[in-house]
Nanobody, 122 residues
Framework: VQLQVSGGGLVEPGGSLRLSCAAS????????LGWFRQAPGKERTFVAV????????YYADSAKGRFTISRDIDIHTVYLDMANLSTDDTAVYFC????????????????WGQGTLVTVSS
């Protein structure tokens, strides 16, 4: 599975941003797709994940109520819509894929896209 991430950039506090992750390869639909982020000097942490069917999602507490993960099955793309962003959300965001669902540790994901930098600053 190959993952291509896009959509990062600079946004002001309180603003919104959408990240996209286009997946390709064998059995993409069988993979859960997740978002992780890594702030400067910190470990990579879980943000959100969506099941292969798109019917089930999990969010980190920091993302609940502000971020929405969704999946377009037809074009094998997962999105992360982020709203009410704060400076604490500044990080490199990664897309990842796994055949297991409901897992939240980076080491449990086999496939990774390149990161995209999200900077929240005024």
């Amino acid at each position: 599975v190959q993952l291509q991430v896009s959509g990062g950039g600079l946004v002001e506090p309180g603003g919104s941003l959408r990240l996209s992750c286009a997946a390709s390869g064998r059995a993409v639909k069988a993979h859960a797709l997740g978002w992780f982020r890594q702030a400067p000097g910190k470990e990579r942490t879980f943000v959100a994940v969506i099941s292969g069917s798109g019917g089930t999602t999990y969010y980190a507490d920091s993302a609940k109520g502000r971020f929405t993960i969704s999946r377009d099955i037809d074009i094998h793309t997962v999105y992360l819509d982020m709203a009410n962003l704060s400076t604490d959300d500044t990080a490199v965001y990664f897309c990842a894929a796994s055949t297991e669902f409901g897992i939240f540790q980076p080491r449990q994901y086999r496939y990774w896209g390149q990161g995209t930098l999200v900077t929240v600053s005024s």
